[in-house]
């Protein structure tokens, strides 16, 4: 039997990389998804493909860092639905800087979007994760979640940040019968890690990096566990004798 048909999931970041490889792994197994992102461009041409399917996809514009966008969401959907089996905080914002430097208003703007907004996010659509028959909820964090290099200070606090809020959250929500997953993917080929191997003046070669659609099949199957069992977290990291 396939637990996903019929399955109702939000997906954040769902435009590009991680996200859009998740959504789209979703789509086939029969769920019915929400997209949101920034790019309403990139999210309708992702369930464009995804309708193709047989799924159906919702878009939804949205800035995660702005607090009326995901009230406005949370809103929506209370209304539209009546229950939310699956949440996956996929969006995220990465900026470089050694901390005498760093201006401030990065190190805000990270916290509002990697912190900040999957934790109002979660608590608005709480209630209706409580109704599902097992609601899930999935942070993609990053191995900056588990330790903190040089030069990014401002986004490994934002990650452990949430690292600290998914523990606390499983705690809470695990009695109510709600599962919650960390991810901590190592670098993964998408446009962001493109943008960070520009800033590191490193050349971008995505073949040797771990692939979205790995990360994706590795979630999928941490979800369909039996009722008995959950996950807690995933670290996962590229596998290449050249890289």
Same mark, same amino acid.
């Given at each position: 039997?396939?637990?996903?048909?019929?399955?109702?999931?939000?997906?954040?970041?769902?435009?590009?990389?991680?996200?859009?490889?998740?959504?789209?792994?979703?789509?086939?197994?029969?769920?019915?998804?929400?997209?949101?992102?920034?790019?309403?461009?990139?999210?309708?041409?992702?369930?464009?493909?995804?309708?193709?399917?047989?799924?159906?996809?919702?878009? #939804?514009?949205?800035?995660?860092?702005?607090?009326?966008?995901?009230?406005?969401?949370?809103?929506?959907?209370?209304?539209?639905?009546? #229950?939310?089996?699956?949440?996956? #905080?996929?969006?995220?914002?990465?900026?470089?800087?050694?901390?005498?430097?760093?201006?401030?208003?990065?190190?805000?703007?990270?916290?509002?979007?990697?912190?900040?907004?999957?934790?109002?996010?979660?608590?608005?659509?709480?209630?209706?994760?409580?109704?599902?028959?097992?609601?899930?909820?999935?942070?993609?964090?990053?191995?900056?979640?588990?330790?903190?290099?040089?030069?990014?200070?401002?986004?490994?606090?934002?990650?452990?940040?949430?690292?600290?809020?998914?523990?606390?959250?499983?705690?809470?929500?695990?009695?109510?019968?709600?599962?919650?997953?960390?991810?901590?993917?190592?670098?993964?080929?998408?446009?962001?890690?493109?943008?960070?191997?520009?800033?590191?003046?490193?050349?971008?070669?995505?073949?040797?990096?771990?692939?979205?659609?790995?990360?994706?099949?590795?979630?999928?199957?941490?979800?369909?566990?039996?009722?008995?069992?959950?996950?807690?977290?995933?670290?996962?990291?590229?596998?290449?004798?050249?890289?």
């Amino acid at each position: 039997m396939n637990w996903f048909t019929n399955k109702k999931a939000l997906v954040t970041g769902a435009g590009s990389g991680i996200g859009k490889a998740l959504a789209t792994a979703l789509a086939s197994r029969g769920c019915d998804l929400f997209l949101a992102g920034r790019d309403l461009e990139k999210l309708r041409a992702a369930g464009t493909v995804m309708e193709e399917m047989g799924a159906k996809a919702t878009c #939804h514009q949205i800035d995660i860092s702005r607090d009326s966008q995901i009230k406005e969401l949370g809103k929506h959907l209370s209304k539209s639905i009546d #229950h939310l089996d699956i949440l996956i #905080h996929s969006a995220g914002l990465f900026h470089m800087g050694r901390l005498g430097s760093a201006p401030v208003k990065l190190f805000d703007l990270q916290y509002k979007t990697n912190v900040r907004g999957p934790y109002l996010l979660t608590q608005i659509l709480l209630p209706l994760l409580k109704k599902s028959q097992m609601g899930q909820v999935v942070f993609i964090n990053s191995t900056a979640g588990l330790r903190a290099p040089a030069g990014v200070s401002q986004y490994a606090a934002t990650k452990h940040a949430l690292t600290a809020l998914a523990e606390s959250f499983r705690q809470e929500v695990n009695k109510e019968g709600i599962r919650v997953l960390s991810v901590f993917p190592g670098r993964t080929a998408s446009p962001m890690q493109k943008r960070i191997f520009d800033l590191e003046g490193r050349v971008y070669r995505p073949e040797l990096l771990l692939q979205p659609g790995d990360v994706a099949e590795t979630v999928l199957n941490a979800l369909s566990l039996p009722s008995t069992a959950e996950v807690t977290d995933i670290s996962i990291r590229p596998f290449s004798k050249t890289y």
